[in-house]
Every structure is written in C-alpha cells, then in structure tokens.
Nanobody, 126 residues
Framework: QVQLVESGGGLVQAGVSLRLSCAASARTFSNYAMGWIRQAPGKEREFVAAIRSSGYTKYVDSVKGRFTISRDDAKSTVFLQMGSLKPEDTAVYYC????????????????????WGQGTQVTVSS
C-alpha cells in the first residue's frame, strides 16, 4: 500500500507561480510512475503531467511550457512547479502513483493509476 500526501496548494492571483509537493510512502519509489491529475469544479478529472525516474515526462497540452514535473527519489517526493497560472488552472490537484518496471511508462489516464492522494486545492483568481 502506498500513501500519498499532497501539499502546497492555495489561493493565488493569475500570473504567479506555485509549487505542489507530494510525499510518498512507497518503499521502492523509483519504480513508480508518478502523476498529477486535477479536477475543476463540475468537470471530470484531467491528466496534467507524469514522470518516471528515468526523467521521462509527459504533459497535457494546456500546461506545456508553464508547468514542470520533477521528482526526488531519495526523498520519495514528486513536485509540480506551476508557472503563469491562469484562472482555468483552478482545480483540486491529486497526486497519483502506479508501480511499473518500464522506464518509459508515463500513464496519462485516471484509470492507469492505483494510488491517490487526498488532493490539494489550487485557486487562481483573475
């Protein structure tokens, strides 16, 4: 069982940056693909970004060039650096994980992830 705890959300103005963190309890964290998925009010969950220990990453088009996902395997932590925030980025951001041996595997759908955090709210005001 893997436990994920997100932090770093908050209320910010458009244009600023914010960094989310997710601490994992996984014993072999480096073997997990890690992702961020968000859910805006009244909408379905949306994939944001994913990363492997190999450095392989994947992003949804709407955040490319603004968001950066990274991880620190020594600290079992994954980060989401969000820049140039827009009101449409307002959502609950969830950290998610799945165990997979392939270095290139970066799941981009909700169904591919096995473990989820409780979510952290990000609100961007205009």
């Amino acid at each position: 069982q893997v436990q994920l705890v997100e932090s770093g959300g908050g209320l910010v103005q458009a244009g600023v940056s914010l960094r989310l963190s997710c601490a994992a309890s996984a014993r072999t964290f480096s073997n997990y693909a890690m992702g961020w998925i968000r859910q805006a009010p009244g909408k379905e969950r949306e994939f944001v970004a994913a990363i492997r220990s190999s450095g392989y990453t994947k992003y949804v088009d709407s955040v490319k060039g603004r968001f950066t996902i990274s991880r620190d395997d020594a600290k079992s932590t994954v980060f989401l650096q969000m820049g140039s925030l827009k009101p449409e980025d307002t959502a609950v951001y969830y950290c998610a994980a799945v165990f997979h041996s392939s270095w290139w595997y970066t799941p981009s759908t909700e169904a591919e992830y096995d473990y989820w955090g409780q979510g952290t709210q990000v609100t961007v005001s205009s």
